[in-house]
T-cell receptor, first 113, second 115 residues
Framework: AQSVTQLGSHVSVSEGALVLLRCNYSSSVPPYLFWYVQYPNQGLQLLLKYTSAATLVKGINGFEAEFKKSETSFHLTKPSAHMSDAAEYFCAVSDPNNNDMRFGAGTRLTVKP | ETGVTQTPRHLVMGMTNKKSLKCEQH?????MYWYKQSAKKPLELMFVYNFKEQTENNSVPSRFSPECPNSSHLFLHLHTLQPEDSALYLC??????????????FGPGTRLTVL
């Protein structure tokens, strides 16, 4: 079975600073990996996904993530944080052979002015 | 995301009540999902429907009963719930029934409080 661990339940950065949200996965098969964002009182929205093509994946709102098999990681980054990036971010892993997607516990990003 | 709608948005119920959550997707998808989101816990997959057929039940207690009358609608019937069932219940849909490359689109959720 697959699982993900998000390091840090809360990350705080200043506006304009680098955003780095960490995700490590465990999977017995080559995984598909996802990052979702959840704004207050809303559902989850897909930021980006890795499906065994390019290891550096670019998503919406200037976010990107790099799949590193040797480190079993899929960290999310953005060069310069905006106030509007404040939200909860979820990493997820799935087995390509079924619908079973497993989510991490989430990381709340706070952006300070 | 207006492609997946959920009603009601908030629900307060007693442990002896019976209520239902409704989800509707307007995206032409074939798979629908129920998730439970509790504070400080990972999102938990509850049920999966592919082409109206239930394909997954992640050991969910029988006090939660899903219903999928067609590919666009999904219900979660609730009865004799416990206070620990209080959570945000999220519905999602995706294009294909199998294979996990398909993006899941989420509704805004129903905030459930069990007294």
């Amino acid at each position: 079975a697959q699982s993900v661990t998000q390091l840090g339940s809360h990350v705080s950065v200043s506006e304009g600073a680098l955003v780095l949200l960490r995700c490590n996965y465990s999977s017995s098969v080559p995984p598909y990996l996802f990052w979702y964002v959840q704004y207050p009182n809303q559902g989850l929205q897909l930021l980006l996904k890795y499906t065994s093509a390019a290891t550096l994946v670019k998503g919406i709102n200037g976010f990107e993530a790099e799949f590193k098999k040797s480190e079993t990681s899929f960290h999310l980054t953005k060069p310069s944080a905006h106030m509007s990036d404040a939200a909860e971010y979820f990493c997820a892993v799935s087995d390509p052979n079924n619908n079973d997607m497993r989510f991490g516990a989430g990381t709340r990003l706070t952006v300070k002015p | 995301e207006t492609g997946v709608t959920q009603t009601p948005r908030h629900l307060v119920m007693g442990m002896t009540n019976k209520k239902s959550l409704k989800c509707e997707q307007h995206l032409g998808h074939n798979a629908m999902y129920w998730y439970k989101q509790s504070a400080k816990k990972p999102l938990e997959l509850m049920f999966v429907y592919n082409f109206k057929e239930q394909t997954e039940n992640n050991s969910v207690p029988s006090r939660f009963s899903p219903e999928c009358p067609n590919s666009s609608h999904l219900f979660l019937h609730l009865h004799t719930l416990q206070p620990e069932d209080s959570a945000l219940y999220l519905c999602a849909s995706s294009q294909a029934g199998t294979g996990s490359t398909d993006t899941q689109y989420f509704g805004p959720g129903t905030r459930l409080t069990v007294l």
